[in-house]
């Protein structure tokens, strides 16, 4: 079963422009990730929040956690061309020795 | 440099014949596991392995076997893969500790006709 699902499945913007990705999970968790991955490439961590945080920032990145609605959300600021990805979000469950996918958002950052 | 190594990256088979994508990683983690993405499904476990020796089944684990006879090592072997077996593969590896990064390879994109 899945944990993680994405919101939107796909988002389209202009360079400059900020990107908002959604995540929302079913079950309690130690920690929730993001992760990129080029067109058919591997997967890259790109940042990850523990249960007892609410907001991180890592360069153009900022991630939020509400434990309480079990969601995350992905803002990348000042999206540049090269931002043009697929983001996935992955969480690891309480008592489960997985890391699990959702669906993922395809972004496309147009010049 | 720290990496997951993955082989072949891609690979064309027939129906039936048995066939192993190998995983290598250079980092000593404890932690393995193998993802199959498809389109509109996004990755789902395989299987996964916590220490040599260990390994235990992810959410679609019919139709493949692992092993993990040595650390860095976990290969997925397909004893007779079939054409729903096309996919794109990745293995991943991270430390056995709590909120960590997982690690994963450039992927193995299989088709079964």
């Known amino acids: 079963s899945q944990q993680g699902e994405e919101d939107p499945q796909a988002l389209s913007i202009q360079e400059g422009e900020n990107a908002t990705m959604n995540c929302s999970y079913k079950?309690?968790?130690?920690?929730l990730q993001w992760y990129r991955q080029n067109s058919g490439r591997g997967l890259v961590h790109l940042i990850l929040?523990?249960?007892?945080?609410r907001e991180k920032h890592s360069g153009r990145l900022r991630v939020t956690l509400d434990t309480s609605k079990k969601s995350s959300s992905l803002l990348i600021t000042a999206s540049r061309a090269a931002d043009t990805a697929s983001y996935f979000c992955?969480?690891?469950?309480?008592?489960?020795?997985?890391?699990?996918f959702g669906t993922g958002t395809r972004l496309q950052v147009f010049p | 440099e720290a990496q997951v190594t993955q082989n072949p990256r891609y690979l064309i088979t027939v129906t039936g014949k048995k066939l192993t994508v190998t995983c290598s990683q250079n980092?000593?983690?404890?932690?393995m596991s193998w993802y199959r993405q498809d389109p509109g499904l996004g990755l789902r476990q395989i299987y996964y392995s916590m220490n040599v020796e260990v390994t235990d089944k992810g959410d679609v684990p019919e139709g493949y076997k692992v092993s993990r006879k040595e650390k860095r090592n976990f290969p997925l072997i397909l004893e007779s893969p079939s054409p729903n077996q096309t996919s794109l593969y990745f293995c991943?590896?991270?430390?056995?500790?709590?909120?960590?990064?997982?690690?994963f390879g450039q992927g193995t994109r299989l088709t079964v006709v």
């Open positions: 991943a590896s991270s430390p056995w500790t709590e909120n960590t990064e997982a690690f």
């Open positions: 980092m000593n983690h404890e932690y």
């Open positions: 929040i523990r249960s007892n945080e």
């Open positions: 992955a969480t690891d469950a309480w008592n489960t020795d997985k890391l699990i």
């Open positions: 079950t309690s968790i130690n920690n």
